[in-house]
Nanobody
Framework: VQLQASGGGLVQAGGSLRLSCVAS????????LGWFRQVPGKEREFVTL????????YYADSVQGRFTISRDNTKNTGYLQMHSLKPEDTAVYYC????????????????????????WGEGTQVTVSS
């Protein structure tokens, strides 16, 4: 699976951005898609995750209510809509894919994904100025 994130940029606090993640190489609807972010010198941080169908999602508390993850399986593309951006949202944002299935559930327990995703894309820089 190849993943390419785009859409990052410089925005003022309170503004909005939409990131895209275009995937290729495997059937897009077969895997969960997630967004993570990282600031230099800090560990990578979970942001949000969406199931293969789009019906289930997880969000980090820090972005709940401000960020929305979605996907269009017909376009092999995932999205991260970000509103009410804060300076602390500044980071490199990465999209990632995971093929694991947990019997009977759209998504596994979040801890499964926090220990690592199957595939990672190149990141896109988001900078929020105060």
């Amino acid at each position: 699976v190849q993943l390419q994130a785009s859409g990052g940029g410089l925005v003022q606090a309170g503004g909005s951005l939409r990131l895209s993640c275009v995937a290729s190489g495997q059937t897009f609807s077969e895997y969960a898609l997630g967004w993570f972010r990282q600031v230099p010198g800090k560990e990578r941080e979970f942001v949000t995750l969406i199931s293969w169908s789009g019906d289930r999602t997880y969000y980090a508390d820090s972005v709940q209510g401000r960020f929305t993850i979605s996907r269009d399986n017909t376009k092999n593309t995932g999205y991260l809509q970000m509103h009410s951006l804060k300076p602390e949202d500044t980071a490199v944002y990465y999209c990632a894919a995971d093929f694991r299935r947990c019997l009977g559930m759209e998504l596994c327990d979040l801890n499964v994904y926090l220990h690592g995703m199957d595939y990672w894309g190149e990141g896109t820089q988001v900078t929020v100025s105060s």
